[in-house]
């Protein structure tokens, strides 16, 4: 991979974390009400994933969704204001955290609730497919919606049609709030999709370039009519479910055994202090972030000065998303009648008759 998309991939993992953090602190000082469901650790995933994929294809997320918008191309600033409610959010306002949408960028939404992307995402491949277009749609769902009915009507449906969609499962191992052997009697998600003869891979959602070329693979068998894919990303969150959650469920060691090794502090520790040795990079099981980082800054692609600049812009940027949403006016009852008439008036119009 050339020195240009390498850093690419980094920039969006470190914005991602950015302004996740920045989202934390909004949350904590009132400015984000309602729940606000947070992503630090699983940066790989969606900036992999989101990479592999072509502007053309389709993205259905969950209510976990800030960071796969921000990766797709939607901008900082319209996902803050929506997380604030504001009229310039890229919902309106009256979406709020788990309900992020993007028409143009084919971001078909967060879904609040679990296993609610597979029927959405499964009635955009089947259009797709019925117009034979050469586009895919990505399907993002946790490891708690695998015990969905949808997953398993949906996953048959896919199978059944040979629709182009791409399953990616973000297995954290807790869903909400439980460990994921507690809540499964198959642990290895991806072994489920066998049952509906897709075929299924498991990979390291702590490493960004892993995931990069599994998804790659997937869509090319995708995209040469070889229908539905599904991969298995196994990767942690370093928070709770929500910001209610203090997850206090997970052991401590096992968080600050994940947090020792953060893809991104981890990382700026070696550069701007001092780099570990061959010795230590191999004993120490990075995150996404950090070992993405290390490889980077091994092979040249990175040093001091770019990352120092990099730091500060991604900075500069969330600082000035948050204060457009800050500045940004609140959604009004006119808006909002707006958008709760606009299917009836679309439905006029396609009957010929004014809006």
């Known amino acids: 991979m050339d020195r240009s998309s390498l850093l ?18 909004a949350y904590a000082q009132g400015e984000i009400a309602g729940f606000l469901h947070l992503y630090p650790g699983e940066e790989a995933v969606a900036v992999g994933v989101l990479h592999a994929a072509e502007p053309g294809d389709y993205v259905v997320s969950t209510y976990r969704e800030h960071v796969h918008a921000l990766v797709r191309g939607i901008p900082a600033h319209a ?6 409610g504001k009229k310039t959010g890229i919902s309106g306002g009256m979406g709020g955290s788990m309900h992020l949408f993007d028409r143009e960028r084919r971001f078909l939404g967060g879904y609040a609730i679990v296993g609610e992307t597979f029927p959405i995402a499964l009635g955009a491949a089947y259009a797709v497919a019925y117009r034979r277009l050469p586009e895919a749609v990505l399907c993002f ?3 708690g919606a695998v015990n969905q009915g949808t997953f398993h009507e949906s996953l048959n449906m896919a ?23 507690r809540h499964s009697a198959l642990t290895e998600v991806y072994k489920r999709a066998c049952a509906y003869g897709i075929p299924a891979e498991k990979v390291d959602g702590m490493e960004v370039l892993a995931v990069f070329e599994a998804t790659r693979r997937a869509l090319t068998r995708v995209r040469t009519g070889d229908g539905p894919q599904f991969l298995e990303m196994e990767t942690y ?5 929500s910001m209610a959650d203090p997850g206090s469920y997970r052991p401590a060691v096992e968080v600050q055994a994940y947090e020792a090794n953060d893809p991104i502090a981890a990382t700026l520790r070696g550069v ?3 780099y570990p040795g061959k010795e ?7 995150d996404c972030i950090q070992g993405f980082c ?10 001091e000065t770019a990352l120092a600049r990099l730091r500060q812009e991604i900075a500069e940027e969330i600082a000035a998303a948050r204060d457009f949403a800050r500045q940004s006016p609140a959604p009004t009852m006119e808006d909002a009648w707006a958008a709760f008439l606009g299917n009836r008036r679309y439905e006029k119009l396609l009957e010929g008759g004014k809006a």
Do not use: K, S
């Not at 690419?8 to 602190?25: G, P, S, T, V």
């Not at 990079?281 to 990075?286: G, I, Q």
């Not at 290390?294 to 040093?303: A, F």
């Open 294 to 303: 290390d490889q980077c800054y091994r092979e040249g692609h990175l040093d």
């Open 237 to 241: 969150r370093y928070r709770g479910h």
């Open 272 to 274: 701007e202090f001092r």
């Open 159 to 181: 199978a059944l049609w040979r629709l182009p969609i791409l399953f990616v499962c973000e297995n954290n191992h807790y869903q909400i709030g439980t460990e994921i052997h």
């Open 79 to 84: 996902i803050f204001a929506e997380l604030m």
């Open 8 to 25: 690419a991939m980094l920039r969006d993992m470190m914005r991602a974390r950015a302004f996740e953090e920045a989202a934390a602190q």
């Open 141 to 143: 769902f946790g490891d």
């Open 280 to 286: 230590e990079l191999a004993a120490a099981r990075t």
